[in-house]
């Protein structure tokens, strides 16, 4: 059992947007400004979408944009492409475990 | 380019060691905090450990404490994972990630892996 709650999968329509949420606890996504997102194509590394909630690293594509509210984070992928197609993990510092992944979450677009 | 690219992965017995290694490139490694993260088979991203840039504070998940020990050579370019005591449930791919800022908690940049397998 992961730490953070993730849904096991969503899915989208081209150009539609999607929203993946990720709910831990006032230990870690409620109590700090660390949650970050990677996406992660099968066989291959994970590669930062997110960090610090919302701050997209360059390079990065502005349809991929992070939020939060309480114990929730949020990971929006608008005008969903093929090419998003992949799994995603949200991550939190905590202060009990240092740091924390979510199980993933399957995006399939349609 | 930053590259990180990890070795020393392979086929252990349980209650046996391995030496993971993660060399740097494209950017000076004594300038970031470091990390391994794993993945088991089918399964999701686990942090590991961590390491500052002197070497100085290190953190471990419970699941790997008092087994593993992380550390580095920062004029090698080089991040370290001794793996002691090796249990089945250390079967995973194992990435090595570079700390996007300083006394964040992200990784901007991770190497391919490499695939540790623990079975008899």
């Known amino acids: 059992q992961s730490a953070l709650t993730q849904p096991a999968s969503v899915s989208g329509s081209p150009g539609q947007s999607i929203t993946i949420s990720c709910t831990g606890t006032s230990s870690d996504v409620g109590d700090y400004n660390y949650v970050s997102w990677y996406q992660q194509h099968p066989g291959k590394a994970p590669k930062l979408m997110i960090y610090d909630v919302s701050n997209r690293p360059s390079g990065v594509s502005n349809r991929f944009s992070g939020s939060k509210s309480g114990n929730t984070a949020s990971l929006t992928i608008s005008g969903l492409q093929a090419e998003d197609e992949a799994d995603y993990y949200c991550s939190s510092y905590s202060s009990t475990s240092r740091r924390v992944f979510g199980g993933g979450t399957k995006l399939t677009v349609l | 380019e930053v590259q990180l690219v990890e070795s020393g992965g392979g086929l252990v017995q349980p209650g046996g060691s391995l030496r993971l290694s993660c060399v740097a490139s494209?950017?000076?490694?004594?300038?970031?905090?470091m990390t391994w993260v794993r993945q088991a088979p089918g399964k999701g991203l686990k942090w590991v450990s961590y390491?500052?840039?002197?070497?100085?504070?290190?953190y471990y998940a419970d699941s790997v404490k008092g087994r593993f020990t992380i550390s580095r050579d920062n004029a090698k370019n080089s991040l370290y994972l001794q793996m002691n005591s090796l249990r089945a449930e250390d079967t995973a791919v194992y990435y090595c990630?570079?700390?996007?800022?300083?006394?964040?908690?992200?990784?901007?940049?991770w190497g391919q892996g490499t695939l540790v397998t623990v079975s008899s």
């Open positions: 990630g570079r700390v996007g800022h300083s006394s964040s908690w992200y990784e901007d940049h």
């Open positions: 390491i500052n840039i002197s070497g100085s504070t290190i």
């Open positions: 494209g950017f000076t490694l004594s300038s970031y905090e």
